[in-house]
Nanobody, 121 residues
Framework: QVQLVESGGGLVQAGDSLRLSCEAS????????MGWFRQAPGKEREFVSA????????HYADSVKGRFTISRDKAKSTVFLQMTSLTPEDTAVYYC??????????????WGQGTQVTVSS
């Protein structure tokens, strides 16, 4: 089992930046790809970004490409999502996920509880 805990969400203004963190604990020695998804009120959960275990492969949704950067610190089993130039459309609950392979679909084995990001105009 792997437990994921997100942090770093909050209320910001349009144009601001935020850095989300997701710390993994438990059976992390297996080497997991990590992903970020988000869900806005009344909408389906959507892919944001993902990173392979090695960190060499990353994927981004078109809506965040050029603004968000995913990275990981394997020594600390932590993945980060640096978000810049935030807009109200980025408002959502952001979820961290872990699984054996990097994917843009929400089929990861483990999920965090989510952290709220609210961007005011």
């Amino acid at each position: 089992q792997v437990q994921l805990v997100e942090s770093g969400g909050g209320l910001v203004q349009a144009g601001d930046s935020l850095r989300l963190s997701c710390e993994a604990s438990g059976r992390t020695s297996g080497g997991y790809a990590m992903g970020w998804f988000r869900q806005a009120p009344g909408k389906e959960r959507e892919f944001v970004s993902a990173i392979s275990w090695s960190g060499r492969i990353t994927h981004y949704a078109d809506s965040v490409k050029g603004r968000f950067t995913i990275s990981r610190d394997k020594a600390k089993s932590t993945v980060f999502l640096q978000m810049t130039s935030l807009t109200p459309e980025d408002t959502a609950v952001y979820y961290c996920a872990a699984g054996p392979a990097i994917t843009t679909t929400p089929v990861y084995d483990y999920w965090g509880q989510g952290t709220q990001v609210t961007v005011s105009s």
